[in-house]
């Protein structure tokens, strides 16, 4: 599929977000094409080699970037997994190693190495293994950057020993050999407080006299499509870890409007399921317009993103 059609595929089940559709849907696509061109230069006289271009996404919570993910993995023919960075920890702590993320992307596909190696993996809450501080670390930091350390050659391309059945639960089960040169990797993190870091890197609290207050006051209310890596860097990613995800995508904050029509447009709106669920009782529910304001008004109020209108569907 064209980029193009992802996107409008996309536009189905997501509202907004078009910058991060962009960009998802021509990674997928360039990552396809470039499975293909391997498959087809195979022992021809061919030096170029297409490398991959993995991704990191910057959003609040509730705009959707999982779901961006579950969408797209419908779409795709290759395996997919999404796994959540917050249960890794450094080699020799209890908890998962940096490993298993490619024991996930396994059993997906049963156990199929060929399959497995032209995967795409998206990793969830890259935020949360952020090293606390700035300074390279002094006290332990066990969910922190000894888990990105670990993961630099796994992102980079790299042959992998990957323990079938995960972890360390079972030390003589055999290991597989996966190489990660064409698994496609998608961050996605909330990064809390980063707008204060890029609010101070692009300076929006100048005062004098040839100031434009209105340029700066909107610039304050998205400054996340200014982020940048050094922004990430600053929050607490490693420098080496930025250098392997050159991509970096932002998702706008969601308004009225957005929430609205995330009430009612999507293939799987809100609304639509609450009608469903009411129609297997026999009952026809309708709802007036000033009710959607209503709620809208106080998912705004919140700020939970798109995960606050259910809260106020249920209390209704």
């Given at each position: 599929?064209k980029?193009?059609?992802?996107?409008?595929?996309?536009?189905?089940?997501?509202?907004?977000?078009?910058?991060?559709?962009?960009?998802?849907?021509?990674a997928?696509?360039?990552?396809?094409?470039?499975?293909?061109?391997?498959?087809?230069?195979?022992?021809?006289?061919?030096?170029?080699?297409?490398?991959?271009?993995?991704?990191?996404?910057?959003?609040?919570?509730?705009?959707?970037?999982?779901?961006?993910?579950?969408?797209?993995?419908k779409m795709?023919?290759?395996?997919?997994?999404?796994?959540?960075?917050?249960?890794?920890?450094?080699?020799?702590?209890?908890?998962?190693?940096?490993e298993s993320?490619?024991?996930?992307?396994?059993?997906?596909?049963?156990?199929?190495?060929t399959?497995?190696?032209?995967?795409?993996?998206?990793?969830?809450?890259?935020?949360?293994?952020?090293?606390?501080?700035?300074?390279?670390?002094?006290?332990?930091?066990?969910?922190?950057?000894?888990?990105?350390?670990?993961?630099?050659?796994?992102?980079?391309?790299?042959?992998?020993?990957?323990?079938?059945?995960?972890?360390?639960?079972?030390?003589?089960?055999?290991?597989?050999?996966?190489?990660t040169?064409?698994?496609?990797?998608?961050?996605?993190?909330?990064?809390?407080g980063?707008?204060?870091?890029?609010?101070?890197?692009?300076?929006?609290n100048?005062?004098?006299?040839?100031?434009?207050?209105?340029?700066?006051?909107?610039?304050?209310?998205?400054?996340?499509?200014?982020?940048?890596?050094?922004?990430?860097?600053?929050?607490?990613?490693?420098?080496?870890?930025?250098?392997r995800?050159?991509?970096?995508?932002h998702?706008?904050?969601?308004?009225a409007?957005?929430?609205?029509?995330?009430?009612?447009?999507?293939?799987?709106?809100l609304i639509?399921q609450?009608v469903?669920?009411?129609?297997?009782?026999?009952?026809?529910?309708?709802?007036e317009?000033?009710?959607?304001?209503?709620?809208v008004?106080?998912?705004?109020?919140?700020?939970?993103?798109?995960?606050?209108?259910?809260?106020?569907?249920e209390?209704?």
């Open positions: 599929k980029p193009m059609e992802m996107k409008k595929f996309l536009d189905e089940y997501i509202i907004g977000q078009d910058e991060a559709k962009k960009v998802l849907s021509v997928v696509y360039n990552h396809y094409k470039r499975l293909q061109y391997k498959s087809e230069n195979v022992g021809s006289n061919n030096d170029i080699e297409i490398e991959k271009s993995n991704i990191v996404m910057v959003g609040e919570t509730g705009t959707g970037k999982t779901l961006l993910a579950k969408t797209i993995a795709l023919n290759v395996p997919f997994t999404i796994v959540d960075a917050t249960v890794f920890t450094e080699a020799g702590y209890v908890g998962e190693d940096v993320i490619l024991t996930r992307l396994l059993q997906v596909c049963n156990y199929d190495v399959a497995a190696e032209r995967g795409i993996v998206y990793i969830d809450e890259i935020d949360k293994i952020a090293r606390k501080g700035d300074n390279p670390s002094i006290t332990r930091d066990v969910s922190g950057e000894g888990v990105q350390q670990g993961m630099l050659k796994l992102l980079e391309g790299t042959d992998v020993l990957v323990p079938p059945q995960g972890g360390r639960k079972h030390p003589e089960q055999k290991l597989i050999k996966i190489n040169q064409n698994i496609l990797f998608i961050c996605g993190g909330a990064f809390d980063i707008d204060k870091i890029i609010g101070r890197r692009v300076q929006t100048t005062i004098g006299f040839n100031v434009d207050k209105d340029l700066q006051e909107n610039m304050k209310k998205n400054l996340l499509r200014y982020v940048n890596a050094q922004d990430l860097k600053m929050f607490g990613l490693i420098p080496e870890l930025l250098g995800l050159p991509v970096v995508t998702l706008d904050p969601l308004d409007e957005t929430l609205r029509a995330i009430l009612v447009e999507p293939k799987n709106a639509k609450y469903r669920l009411f129609e297997l009782e026999g009952i026809k529910l309708t709802i317009p000033e009710v959607y304001d209503f709620m008004d106080k998912a705004v109020e919140y700020k939970l993103g798109a995960r606050g209108l259910r809260s106020i569907c209390s209704i």
